[in-house]
């Protein structure tokens, strides 16, 4: 395992989609209204997940070129969507949300960390 990415495409992809859902959530569309409040998230704290994705693609992106900052970002985008399924989870808010949006970037993430840090 290496703490800087030996293939980048995998972590601009992360990145692109992150900064995209990020983009989206700024006016969330009905289905990302749906999925926060099926998980019981108080629509005051909607901003604090802009600001932690924001963070995110900024760290998958200065890691391309900095060792170890890329690799903390996808290790902390895997955890906050382990933390978002096991919200899913918690409030039994199991419908197309939560197997499209949660788990695909779940897998996404976990994809771009393991072609990019451990292949």
């Not at 995998?10 to 099926?38: E, H, N, T, Y």
Request: hydrophobic share 60%.
């Amino acid at each position: 395992m290496h703490l800087t990415p030996s293939t980048s495409w995998p972590q601009i992809v992360l990145a692109g989609l992150l900064a995209f859902d990020v983009l989206m959530s700024i006016r969330p569309p009905k289905f990302i209204q749906v999925c926060l409040d099926g998980v019981n998230l108080p629509r005051d704290w909607w901003w604090v997940l802009l600001v932690v994705k924001t963070l995110a693609v900024a760290g998958l992106l200065v890691g391309l070129e900095h060792a170890g900052i890329g690799f903390a970002a996808n290790v902390g985008v895997i955890v906050y969507f382990l933390c978002a399924s096991y919200a899913h989870i918690r409030a039994r808010f199991m419908k197309q949300e939560f197997w499209v949006n949660c788990l695909g970037f779940l897998a996404t993430a976990i994809a771009a960390f393991i072609i990019s840090f451990v292949a």
